[in-house]
């Protein structure tokens, strides 16, 4: 089981809910600086005064920016695997699913989010301890995704590999949400069509396969 980051322990270790609602006020804060700022040009300080708490409250859950970026990635993961798995019961998961595109693409509507998404997944590249948290989300959010394509599969040849189908799905939203970062006109909602489209095209059923004529004699 892969090691648990340490700027997370608090929030899975059972925290007091007075210490669990501090934790969300600093993210809340951190997130809205980060989106305004940039991850590189906020700092501790700016953090501080968003968020209307001294240094040293701050500094208690979050020592550093690292932190505060790989503590939002967990949260982000974790609420968007429960929405996920909620699916799993859904009496009608195509319905939920396509729902949950129009949820996500939502969001993209907001160009600061965007770029912040961009800022996360370049200091992924760069920085080795948020690198892995961002490599085991993304390994995570596929397999719960994974799972309900297998639901609705039937016997569809795509889904076969509904890992690697998840994982296309998945590029698609961080794809558009990057160049609406880029290109602030971007219309995300032909994206969403066009996802929701690929989703509903990719777990039709596989058509049956004709019998080959008989031979004339």
């Known amino acids: 089981m892969p090691e648990v980051d340490e700027a997370v322990k608090g929030a899975a270790s059972g925290d007091s809910p007075v210490a669990q609602e501090r934790r969300a006020q600093i993210l809340d804060a951190a997130w809205r600086t980060f989106s305004r700022r940039g991850f590189h040009q906020a700092t501790m300080q700016d953090i501080c005064r968003e968020a209307d708490l001294s ?89 719960a995704l994974a799972g309900v394509l297998r639901r609705l599969g039937g016997d569809s040849h795509i889904l076969e590999d509904a890992d690697a189908v998840a994982r296309v799905l998945i590029a698609v939203v961080i794809g558009t949400s990057a160049q609406k970062a880029i290109s602030p006109e971007l219309d995300v909602d032909s994206h969403a069509r066009i996802l929701r489209s690929l989703i509903e095209l990719i777990v039709r059923p596989k058509a049956p396969v004709a019998a080959p004529p008989e031979k004339l004699r």
Request: overall charge negative; glycine content about 4%.
């Open 55 to 143: 240094p040293g409250s701050v500094y208690r859950y979050f020592p550093g920016k690292d932190d505060l970026i790989v503590a939002l990635v967990a949260r982000d993961t974790a609420e968007s695997i429960a929405v996920i798995e909620t699916l799993y019961d859904h009496d009608d998961p195509l319905s939920g699913l396509l729902e949950l595109v129009n949820m996500s693409f939502e969001q993209l509507r907001d160009v600061r989010t965007c770029a912040t998404n961009i800022e996360i997944e370049s200091e992924a590249a760069r920085n080795p301890r948020v690198g892995a948290l961002v490599r085991r989300a993304d390994a995570e959010l596929a397999a």
